[in-house]
């Protein structure tokens, strides 16, 4: 389980969900060491829609690896409420990962045997308090699909699926690997709009990486990386819904 340290020791933020303080991360190639992080400080807010904006190589994958549970960092730490998970061990992280974070990537890593019911049901299964897969699948607009199997489904509607299985357990946080990476403008609108509405009614904390710099104007902020570094944060003073975004 989950240690909590003591707040006095702990970087301070009212509503943060995440507090990155420092946050290395470097790689052994050969001879050669890639620095991937060179030192992030950054706070995601409670309920809030964040894009990490940023060329490829930039280290956005690399944070939201971490901040995700699924890779460690070289020096820094993140705290995940008042829980450090820099020196979780794998059981602690295995846990974060299946009760706290939802994540969605590139490509939806659906299982093709079983119908888009039964891949959302795969979380439900083994989560502690989820909502019910019809209830996941209506919420991304699929609750006519639901007894498809994926190779039934174009790639959109797999994504979605995707974005169901990973809010189905009711994640506080909901962690997004280039989810439009792999379609075309029009369908990508549809798997924001899933996001967006996701964000808006469950009031999940939400950070979206991308390239696509259009995206970034539906964000509540966006965080700018470049070589490893944060390079500007700012926040939107209005929003753009997904259907008007500039691709």
């Given at each position: 389980m989950l240690q909590d340290t003591p707040t006095d020791k702990n970087p301070t933020s009212n509503d943060a969900v995440f507090r990155v303080r420092g946050l290395t991360k470097s790689y052994q190639m050969g001879e050669v060491q890639v620095d991937a992080?060179?030192?992030?400080?950054?706070?995601?807010?409670?309920?809030?829609?964040t894009v990490l904006l940023g060329a490829s190589g930039s280290g956005k994958s690399t944070l939201l690896n971490i901040?995700?549970?699924?890779?460690?960092?070289?020096?820094g730490s993140v705290y995940y409420r008042e829980h450090d998970i820099t020196?979780?061990?794998?059981?602690?992280l295995t846990e974060y990962r299946r009760d706290h974070v939802g994540f969605v990537f590139q490509f939806?890593?659906?299982?093709?045997?079983?119908?888009?019911?039964?891949?959302?049901?795969?979380v439900t299964e083994i989560a502690k308090s989820p909502m019910k897969p019809e209830e996941a699948l209506a919420l991304v607009g699929l609750q006519n699909r639901m007894h498809h199997f994926p190779a039934q489904l174009s790639g959109g509607e797999q994504q979605r699926i995707a974005i169901a299985r990973a809010i189905a357990k009711k994640p506080e946080v909901l962690l997004c690997d280039e989810p439009t990476g792999a379609l075309d403008s029009k369908t990508g609108i549809v798997v924001l709009?899933?996001?967006?509405?996701?964000?808006?009614?469950?009031?999940?904390t939400t950070a979206v990486i991308t390239h696509n710099a259009g995206i970034a104007q539906m964000a509540n902020r966006v965080v700018h990386l470049a070589d490893g570094l944060i390079s500007r944060i700012y926040t939107n003073e209005s929003l753009v819904s997904p259907d008007q975004l500039s691709w």
């Open positions: 992080l060179r030192g992030i400080d950054l706070d995601l807010h409670r309920g809030e829609f901040l995700g549970g699924l890779d460690t960092p070289t020096t020196h979780a061990n794998e059981a602690e939806y890593n659906l299982i093709p045997s079983l119908t888009a019911l039964e891949n959302v049901a795969v709009e899933a996001l967006q509405r996701i964000n808006q009614e469950l009031g999940t």
